[in-house]
């Protein structure tokens, strides 16, 4: 099996920061793109930002100079460093990984559970 965990939501004024982590783990061979993906309520679930295994990213155009995606490949773990938090990015924040498990042949894209960030005064 293969779990996406993620932590370093909460709650924080406009105008600051929070870094978001996501953890895979379990019988992973690979792990291909990772991303972060965001709800807010009455809202689809949208792209914010996502990284390639060689390193590429690219970004919804809301969040461009303000959040940046990286990931440790020795730890599996993608990040997302949120800088001058707005209001409007109030949401809940979802990893994804596309991970070939250990003895399977093709990837399939998984997701974490969620966590909030909510920006307000």
């Known amino acids: 099996q293969v779990q996406l965990v993620e932590s370093g939501g909460g709650l924080v004024q406009p105008g600051g920061s929070l870094r978001l982590s996501c953890a895979a783990s379990?019988?992973?061979?690979?792990?291909?793109?990772m991303g972060w993906y965001r709800q807010a309520p009455g809202k689809q679930r949208e792209l914010v930002a996502r990284?390639?295994?060689?390193?590429?990213?690219n970004y919804v155009d809301s969040v461009k100079g303000r959040f940046t995606i990286s990931r440790d490949n020795a730890k599996n773990t993608v990040y997302l460093q949120s800088n001058s938090l707005k209001p409007e990015d109030t949401a809940v924040y979802y990893c994804?990984?596309?991970?070939?498990?250990?003895?399977?042949?093709?990837?399939?894209?998984?997701w974490g559970q969620g966590t909030q960030v909510t920006v307000s005064s």
């Open positions: 990284i390639t295994s060689d390193g590429s990213t």
């Open positions: 379990g019988s992973i061979f690979s792990i291909n793109d």
């Open positions: 994804n990984a596309n991970i070939k498990r250990i003895s399977f042949y093709v990837y399939k894209v998984y």
